[in-house]
């Protein structure tokens, strides 16, 4: 607040005010009447003021710029977000963290949110389909849709609608009927005698004896396995839920040849294939079937065949599903293809 101070002034008293207001000058005048100095002192300190407030709203406004404003402006910071915060905590971490950065090479991270629309989705599917198949481009629409759908409901990005909700999925095709013929099985075992990695060969007959998928060969650890009793109790799946799996004379063979102390098989801990992972294995399979120069065949392909066989053995429908996992009956047709030629011997 400005002050009022008398002084004397050509044998009368005058009135001087003064304004002090940190960050300014000090500024004074002498009037011949209080009511004038009060007015002056008055208005001197509200047009300071002024000048603060509007400097204060002026830094108000530059810090919600740099810090508050919106720090999302293209799709791939949103893809980056949920890689680094909702990937990690899924079972199959490592896959989609390695899908969603192959996505992000795509023009669509560039995209601006207020760009991705529905056409803009569409284009990219239409571009994708020319490069992988229907069902991949199902699974990549499927985990951007998921990423627009966190961001709406957990991060508050505003979307009308989700565009990846809104096109049309690509047919997807027929399912796979890849089996794996004795033959075959013979020339990719033969070929794992090349391979850099021990864990090749043991790793394929797992997958055709258990059915286990990939990741669950991979992280299997030997607190889980009981040659004693031939099993395997699995704790990490793909649904989540555990599971037992029987194992097979040709199994505990594999997995006894495994044992870093054979004279204790009870005690054993840690990885069963220590070091390995996924991708890995995936990489390395690809090198071994192109040594033994079988075409179209993929890891979970074995799984497939490990399936079907349980099938030609006698078991029933509710026997596989409670060894391969699947909580949905219905989807054993995807992975059940029995040789025609069994089929017809029951027929006789």
């Keep these: 607040m400005g002050t009022i101070c008398e002084r004397p002034h050509k044998g009368t008293i005058a009135y001087q005010a003064r304004v002090r207001i940190k960050g300014f000058p000090r500024r004074s005048r002498t009037f011949l009447t209080r009511a004038e100095a009060e007015a002056w002192a008055t208005t001197h300190e509200a047009r300071i003021r002024q000048r603060i407030a509007a400097a204060q709203a002026a830094e108000d406004q530059k810090h919600i710029a740099e810090n508050c404003a919106p720090q999302y402006r293209l799709f791939g910071d949103l893809m980056r977000r949920y890689l680094a915060e909702v990937t990690p905590q899924k079972r199959s971490a490592n896959e989609e963290a390695l899908r969603m950065r192959g996505l ?75 089996r794996l013929s004795r033959a075959e099985e013979k020339r990719l075992l033969d070929a794992c005698v090349d391979s850099k990695s021990p864990y090749m060969r043991p790793s394929i007959i797992l997958a055709i004896e258990t059915a286990m998928r990939r990741s669950e060969i991979v992280e299997l650890e030997w607190e889980r396995v009981n040659l004693a009793v031939p099993s395997v109790q699995l704790t990490r799946t793909k649904n989540g839920k555990p599971r037992g799996i029987p194992l097979s004379r040709r199994a505990v063979a594999t997995l006894s040849a495994l044992l870093p102390d054979p004279s204790n098989s ?48 006698g078991l029933s429908t509710m026997e596989v599903a409670s060894i391969t996992g699947h909580e949905d009956v219905r989807m054993l047709r995807r992975y059940t293809h029995l040789h025609v030629g069994d089929l017809a011997k029951k027929l006789d």
């Design 104 to 178: 992000l090479k795509h023009s669509l991270a560039e995209c601006t949110l207020l760009g991705l629309t529905s056409k803009r989705v569409a284009q990219w599917r239409d571009e994708r389909l020319t490069k992988v198949s229907g069902s991949t481009v199902c699974r990549d629409m499927n985990l951007l849709g998921h990423v627009v759908e966190i961001a709406r409901r957990e991060w508050e990005i505003e979307f009308e609608l989700n565009p990846f909700r809104q096109v049309r999925r690509p047919p997807q095709g027929l399912a796979r009927e890849r």
């Design 266 to 313: 009870a005690e054993q801990r840690g990885a069963v294939f220590p070091g390995l992972t996924t991708n890995a294995l995936k990489l390395t399979f690809r090198r071994a079937i192109n040594r033994a120069k079988i075409t179209d065949l993929r890891f979970h392909d074995l799984r497939h065949e490990a399936t079907s066989r349980l099938f030609e053995k």
